[in-house]
């Protein structure tokens, strides 16, 4: 396939392809900035989804039939296509989920129950998602393992000095955000990777906001498990992504029970079916899966490179505008940083800010972002925040600015 080079990037052809975007809000044509929560769909994506309740709708896995052997061939070949897309080294480390929570649990408990015990540690970051905690908690609880914090600094990136000091022997599991989904932060993953292996720790990477704009790589990064979710990588919801190693994956238990993860069941005891089948207990979300082909499709034809270089211009003209704004804090600004600007105006509530963009069509997002242990660091309630995917624009952003200027007016009148 040949991907569009950076000269060749026309972003108006690119948002041809959402319908969603075509169209007003509050008589103004929409801005859609809250990517970081879900993105948009390109009609490849809906195209297939439509397709497949229409023509191929079937119960995948044991049908003998044309439309199951159908479903069963489209389902895995999204599973091939993950495999490539992540470059693992082969489609049964990859394990279909309800999205990255899922992912993130299913490791805590099937692995985590499994090979932890009292006094063991766990590591994850201040800036993690809640669902790259809360899970963490439980299986502290169930098992006595300890949960440790890496603390962030005050421009938002990971302190290594203070993970170098936490890192011991101890450290069975290292849990970490690629990028950070409040501050945009981008986290040096394989030199976490390798430190975590040198103490014998399995490291988990909770690639949510990674996967729509950062070239994933399992190989390069080395880590052992990496979760993401289809819906913010241009495909639809309730479909995510578990990769881990297969001789990890083998040694684990299953996550649920029930149908297509046993080989034998009898009362007198269960086989269990190989990976991926074993973590993939009932009917999949099938539909949705074989929709995801066509995200993945959607990010390769248009490529890692030009996608990158287009999303580094936006967040470069958002933080020139904004940082001319008065009152304007941004929340985070590391040297490594993806499409997201998170801030706050000084006298201005987040909520209300939020409530003013929309009445102009644009949205985004307002509040914690699911990280409350982030706004604790920082002392606030919360944030705005604006993240950018491919298909916007310059000009979106320009309008962003002015709006943002109009409502600081009315406010401090
Ligand atoms: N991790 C990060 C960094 C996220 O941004 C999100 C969602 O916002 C999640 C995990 C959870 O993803 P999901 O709700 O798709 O399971």
Same mark, same amino acid.
């Given at each position: ?61 044991? +049908? ?15 599973? =091939? ?11 049964? *480390?990859?394990?279909? &989920? =309800? +999205? ?60 290594? +000095? ?13 849990? /970490? ?72 994956? *083998? ?10 993860? /046993? ?32 995200? /993945? @499709? ?21 933080? *020139?505008?904004?940082?001319?704004? @008065? ?38 997002? &307002? ?26 624009? =310059? ?11 109009? /409502?600081?007016?009315?406010? =401090?009148?």
């Amino acid at each position: 396939m040949e991907t569009i080079t950076d000269q060749h990037f026309d972003v108006q052809k690119i948002r041809a392809e959402f319908p969603v975007l075509d169209q007003k809000v509050n008589g103004h044509d929409l801005i859609y900035f809250d990517n970081a929560a879900t993105s948009q769909k390109p009609k490849q994506v809906i195209d297939a989804l439509t397709k497949y309740y229409e023509h191929n709708n079937s119960n995948i896995h044991r +049908g003998v039939h044309t439309l199951a052997e159908r479903a069963t061939h489209d389902y895995e070949e999204t599973r =091939k296509a993950v495999a490539t897309f992540i470059n693992a080294n082969e489609a049964e *480390e990859v394990v279909f &989920t =309800k +999205g990255t929570t899922e992912g993130l649990n299913l490791v805590a408990q099937a692995y985590g129950r499994k090979f932890l015990k009292a006094g063991d540690e766990i590591m994850v970051s201040e800036m993690e998602h809640h669902s790259n905690i809360v899970p963490w908690q439980l299986l502290c609880q169930q098992t006595g393992a300890v949960l440790k914090k890496i603390p962030i600094t005050e421009n938002g990136e990971l302190d290594m +000095g203070a993970f170098d000091q936490l890192i011991n022997e101890r450290t069975k599991i290292v849990s /970490i955000v690629y990028i950070s989904n409040s501050l945009g932060t981008i986290n040096p993953i394989s030199t976490i990777v390798k430190k975590a292996h040198s103490v014998g720790a399995k490291v988990v990477v909770d690639g949510a906001q990674a996967a729509p704009h950062q070239k994933l790589d399992v190989k390069t990064l080395g880590c052992d498990f990496l979760a993401f979710s289809a819906h913010k990588m241009y495909g639809p919801t309730g479909v995510g992504v578990l990769y881990g190693k297969r001789d990890v994956l *083998e040694k684990m238990d299953p996550y649920q029970g029930g149908g297509e993860m /046993i080989k034998e069941v009898s009362f007198d005891g269960t086989t269990y079916n190989d990976i991926p089948y074993k973590f993939e207990a009932g009917t999949p979300n099938i539909g949705d899966v074989v929709a995801f082909k066509e995200a /993945i @499709e959607f990010i390769q034809r248009i490529g890692h490179e030009a996608l990158h270089t287009h999303e580094q211009k936006l967040l470069q003209v958002g933080s *020139e505008l904004l940082h001319k704004i @008065e009152g304007f804090e941004p929340v985070g600004y590391a040297g490594d940083k993806a499409s997201v600007i998170s801030f706050n105006i000084e006298g201005v509530h987040p909520f209300d800010l939020g409530m003013f963009l929309d009445a102009r069509g644009i949205a985004v997002r &307002t509040g914690h972002h699911c990280t409350q242990p982030v706004m604790d660091r920082y002392q606030i309630d919360g944030t705005v925040r604006a993240s950018f995917a491919v298909y916007n624009t =310059k000009n979106e952003i320009e309008v962003f600015a002015d709006a943002l200027q109009e /409502i600081i007016k009315k406010f =401090k009148k």
